[in-house]
């Protein structure tokens, strides 16, 4: 296990996810400069409405049928509640006080655990969730399983999707105006709300593919999930600089091979034997994302403040 | 009826009035400018026109219907275009996504291509750089992406605020010369200007706001002989 190759790819698979779920801060915080803080709960509901899906269709249903299925109900699903949360949390509190919407997302995110709880009333113990059929492929300098398959062709349809929307619809360049001024895109015509609508639900929909990568990859959901895989996809989106939606993707991408090089070396260093091994990848992860907003406070990708105009 | 009419329009930030009822008229075809010292509250009225500030008291009727509640977003597709104080472009898209995003309510795009050839007649510089950031256009330049932008809604009325903004002498009067290049083509235009004698020569009606409220009114060329105005803005004692 301790072979390179295979590290690394562990470590880009689980940085591709973190990129996914980074989106969503980054395309909220770009446009109404907003984090939300409940985005991880909306992974979250993604994940458990991908499983729900699985659990309506007949026992012993392969994954190949029940996957588009899944992935649609869950995207449907996370998507929903963020437009909802968008709509009936955040909206009405535009333009006040910086620190309320950042309480509201607390509140939001215990009731939407709450709600999935009620649901699922053994959610707390973490559902099983479905799993791939049949081994990994040896590609000879490397093996790659399946759920990692998924995530390595998820995550680059997604990003150049959504890089190709941004920059050649109509649509994208009415969202690229509005996150650089708001109020001068409406000058344009550009209904504004909507665009921020659009930000939540993208962010959404991607945050849903994510959990079920994650599904794939731990074999369970759970309804605190959303917690560490926010706080860390929220460490990625700063890591590339938030705003910048190739800045969340290759933040996500350098925090997971960190990750996974950390687990996997730091206990071969000498004397830092006791920090090796999974226990420790959380610090390691937050240890980096202190070091760069002490080193470049702007992000991988971002630009210095005094740059936006 | 003129094209634009405002009645006693007051506008507040909070509790701080910056207009205190203000009433003025722009006929179809003719250039009426607002002038007046700094926070006198020209940029607020503009922006209260557009949709982004909220009036306190007062109507707004533009071409025959009321603007009061119309968000600003379904402003400029009745015809009332704004290039706002400060140029405020989008830096990082370029010379031509700008421009297109004037016109991003617009389906007629073989009108839209026409018009934007007329803009890039109109400035040759925006035409040579269509491809680059506007961010990285001088001053000058960006203020000519403003009012192309603008222009490129095709609107019954063009509202300019303080085109003339932190310009060199010549950029100043290349600008001016344009708005008068679109006055004499038919366009309205309701103009913003610190500069007070540049807005009155060209302006068929002109109104000097003070804090808050229009203290004088007069044709253009009343406004640049008045003793007052004289003193005041036009820097002569
Ligand atoms: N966002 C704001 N919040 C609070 N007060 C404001 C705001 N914008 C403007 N004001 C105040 O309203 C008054 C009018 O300002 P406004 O910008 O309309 O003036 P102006 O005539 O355009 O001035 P200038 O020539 O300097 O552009 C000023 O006293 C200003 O301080
Ligand atoms: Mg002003």
Not at chain 1, 283 to 308: C, H, K, N, S, Y
Not at chain 2, 204 to 218: C, F, K, N, Q
Request: charged content about 15%; hydrophobic content about 50%.
């Amino acid at each position: 296990m301790h072979d390179l190759p295979d590290q690394l790819t562990n470590g880009l698979a689980l940085g591709a996810l973190y990129g996914l779920i980074a989106i969503g801060y980054t395309m909220v915080y770009g446009i109404v400069q907003l984090i939300n803080f409940a985005h991880g709960e909306i992974f979250m509901i993604g994940g458990f409405g991908a499983l729900t899906a699985y659990l309506w269709l007949p026992d012993g249903t392969g994954l190949t049928l029940a996957l588009p299925l899944m992935l649609l109900l869950g995207v449907v699903c996370a998507t929903l509640v963020a437009v909802g949360a968008e709509r009936f949390a955040y909206r009405p509190l535009r333009g006040g006080p910086r620190l309320s919407p950042l309480i509201t997302a607390i509140g939001l995110s215990l009731a939407l655990q709450q709600a999935v709880w009620a649901f699922y009333p053994d959610a707390k113990k973490a559902r099983p969730f479905p799993q791939f059929q049949g081994g990994d492929f040896d590609l000879g300098f490397v093996t790659l399983s399946r759920e990692d398959l998924f995530i390595f062709i998820a995550a680059p349809v997604c990003m150049i999707a959504l890089a190709l929307f941004v920059a050649k619809t109509r649509t994208g360049r009415a969202m690229q105006a509005t996150s650089q001024d708001p109020d001068t895109a409406k000058l344009m015509g550009i209904n504004t709300d909507r665009i921020i609508v659009l930000a939540f639900a993208i962010g959404g929909a991607f945050a849903a593919i994510a959990a079920v990568a994650q599904g794939f990859k731990t074999g369970e959901v759970q309804f605190r999930m959303g917690f560490i895989a926010g706080l860390k996809a929220f460490t990625a989106a700063v890591l590339g600089g938030i705003g910048n939606i190739y800045g969340a993707m290759i933040g996500g991408l350098v925090l997971g091979v960190a990750e996974a090089m950390a687990i996997a070396y730091v206990g071969d260093i000498p004397g830092m034997e006791q920090f090796g091994g999974g226990s420790w990848k959380d610090v390691w992860a937050f240890i980096l994302l202190i070091l760069v907003l002490l080193l470049r406070p702007q992000g991988l990708l971002g630009e210095r403040l005094a740059d936006r105009a | 009826m003129p094209l634009l009419e405002v009645e006693g329009l007051r506008v507040a930030y909070g509790k701080i009035e910056a207009v205190k009822g203000i009433s003025f008229g722009v006929e179809a075809g003719e250039v009426v400018t607002l002038i007046g010292t700094n926070g006198a509250g020209k940029t607020t009225t503009l922006r209260t026109l557009s949709g982004l500030l909220k009036p306190l008291a007062g109507k707004i009727t533009f071409d025959g219907q009321v603007l009061n509640g119309v968000p600003a977003h379904k402003i400029v597709a009745m015809g009332l275009a704004h290039s706002p104080e400060g140029r405020r472009i989008f830096p990082r898209l370029s010379i031509e996504e700008n421009l297109a995003l004037g016109a991003f309510l617009r389906k007629d795009t073989a009108a839209v291509d026409g018009d934007l050839q007329r803009v890039y007649e109109l400035f040759p510089i925006l035409s040579e750089r269509r491809a680059q950031a506007a961010g990285t256009l001088s001053g000058g330049e960006q203020q000519m992406l403003a009012m192309g932008r603008a222009l490129m809604s095709r609107p019954k009325l063009l509202m300019l605020d303080e085109p003339s903004m932190g310009l060199s002498p010549i950029m100043m009067q290349k600008i001016m010369s344009t708005i008068a290049e679109l006055k004499a083509g038919g366009t309205t235009i309701l103009l913003v200007e610190q500069n007070a004698q540049a807005a009155l020569s060209l302006a068929d009606h002109g109104h000097v706001m003070e804090i808050g409220r229009i203290s004088l009114s007069g044709t253009g060329q009343e406004l640049m002989h008045d003793e007052s105005v004289r003193k005041a803005y036009l820097g002569e004692d």
